[in-house]
């Protein structure tokens, strides 16, 4: 079993949307804004790791990092 895992929020400029990227396995979040993500992350992290990790009721760490991304066109 792991002892920890990362959740991170990528912002979708196109869905105006965060979406997650995680060694969660199952876990898939889309949220409008960064408090609501984190909230889904405190909801359906558990429920991933009972269901595909077997780890209910054990304390597991999450590193949660959130990143933007910009392409610029110099010409």
Do not use: H, Q
């Not at 990528?10 to 993500?37: K, R």
């Amino acid at each position: 079993m792991k002892s920890s895992y990362y959740v991170k929020a990528l912002w979708d400029p196109e869905a105006a949307v965060w979406t997650s990227e995680s060694d969660i396995p199952g876990l898939v979040i889309e949220a409008n804004t960064l408090t609501e993500f984190e909230v889904l992350i405190w909801e359906l992290a558990p429920e991933m790791l009972a269901a595909n990790e077997n780890i209910s009721g054990e304390r597991v760490s999450v590193d949660f990092s959130a990143a933007t991304r910009r392409e610029l066109a110099i010409a």
